[in-house]
C-alpha cells in the first residue's frame, strides 16, 4: 500500500528534451508538493498544490510546469532539460489542519540525470 | 539568514548510546512546527518526530525525542540507544503558520549520523 508513489524512480536524458514525472498520493491528502535535492542533499520546496490549486511557486524557472490533474495527482513537467536540473526530485502530501501536526509524506524520489 | 541551521555536517556515535543532533531555527512568527527527517542511503524522506512552538511538552516517539528550547529558538533531536539502521541523513525543517494551504517546508542542510559498533 504505496502512500505517496513517483514514477519513474531513475529518469536519464539529453540536454533540451523534455521530460515528466508523476506523482500519485492514496492517503485523501488536499495538499501536494514538489521539492528538488541538489547533489549536496540540500532540499528545497518548488511547488505547492491544494485541492489542485496552485498555492506555492518559489523562483523555479518556467521551464517547470507543475500540473494537478485532481487532488490525488500531481505531475511536473520540464521542457528544455539543462545540466543543473539533474537532481532528486521528491513528491510530498500533507493533510491541512487548523492545529497538529501537518507531517508531510514523502515519495520514493526521481533521480533526474541529464547529460 | 538561514532559517534553519544544522550546524554537524557528520557525527559519530556507538551501538546503544545516545545522540543529539542540533538544530536552531529562526522566524518571527508565533506559530510554527518543528520537524525532523530521516534520510536512509536508499533515499526516502521518513518522518520522525514534530514539535509545534506551542505544545508545552516535548515531543518523544519511541527512541526519538525532541529537545524543544523555544527562547533559545533550538529543536535538537535525540536518539537514545542507537541502532546500526539509525545511520542516515537526519534534517530537520520548519514550517511556518499554523492555518492557511501555504504550508512549505524549510530544511536545513543536514546531519549525517553513522552508527558504528
Known amino acids: 500500500d504505496t502512500a505517496v508513489s513517483q514514477t519513474p524512480k531513475y529518469l536519464v536524458t539529453q540536454m533540451g528534451n523534455d521530460k515528466s514525472i508523476k506523482c500519485e498520493q492514496n492517503?485523501?491528502?488536499?495538499?501536494m508538493y514538489w521539492y528538488k535535492q541538489d547533489s549536496k542533499k540540500f532540499l528545497k520546496i518548488m511547488f505547492s498544490?491544494?485541492?489542485?490549486?496552485?498555492?506555492i511557486n518559489e523562483t523555479v524557472p518556467n521551464r517547470f510546469s507543475p500540473k494537478s490533474p485532481d487532488k490525488a495527482h500531481l505531475n511536473l513537467h520540464i521542457n528544455s532539460l539543462e545540466l543543473g536540473d539533474s537532481a532528486v526530485y521528491f513528491c510530498?502530501?500533507?493533510?491541512?489542519?487548523?492545529?497538529?501536526?501537518?507531517?508531510?509524506?514523502f515519495g520514493p524520489g526521481t533521480r533526474l540525470t541529464v547529460t | 539568514a538561514q532559517k534553519i541551521t544544522q550546524t554537524q555536517p557528520g557525527m559519530f556515535v556507538q551501538e546503544k548510546e545516545a545522540v543529539t543532533l542540533d538544530c536552531t531555527y529562526d522566524?518571527?512568527?508565533?506559530?510554527?512546527?518543528l520537524f525532523w527527517y530521516k534520510q536512509p542511503s536508499s533515499g526516502e524522506m521518513i518522518f520522525l518526530i514534530y514539535?509545534?512552538?506551542?505544545?508545552?511538552q516535548n515531543a518523544t516517539e519511541g527512541r526519538y525525542s525532541l529537545n524543544f528550547q523555544k527562547a533559545r529558538k533550538s529543536a535538537n533531536l535525540v536518539i537514545s540507544a542507537s541502532q546500526l539502521g539509525d545511520s542516515a541523513m537526519y534534517f530537520c525543517?520548519?514550517?511556518?503558520?499554523?492555518?492557511?494551504?501555504?504550508?512549505?517546508?524549510?530544511f536545513g542542510t543536514g546531519t549525517r549520523l553513522q552508527v558504528t559498533l
Open positions: 510530498a502530501s500533507s493533510r491541512e489542519r487548523t492545529s497538529g501536526s501537518y507531517e508531510q509524506y
Open positions: 492517503l485523501g491528502h488536499d495538499t
Open positions: 498544490y491544494n485541492n489542485k490549486e496552485l498555492i
Open positions: 522566524t518571527s512568527d508565533p506559530s510554527y512546527g
Open positions: 514539535q509545534g512552538s506551542y505544545d508545552q
Open positions: 525543517a520548519m514550517r511556518e503558520g499554523y492555518t492557511g494551504t501555504a504550508s512549505k517546508l524549510t
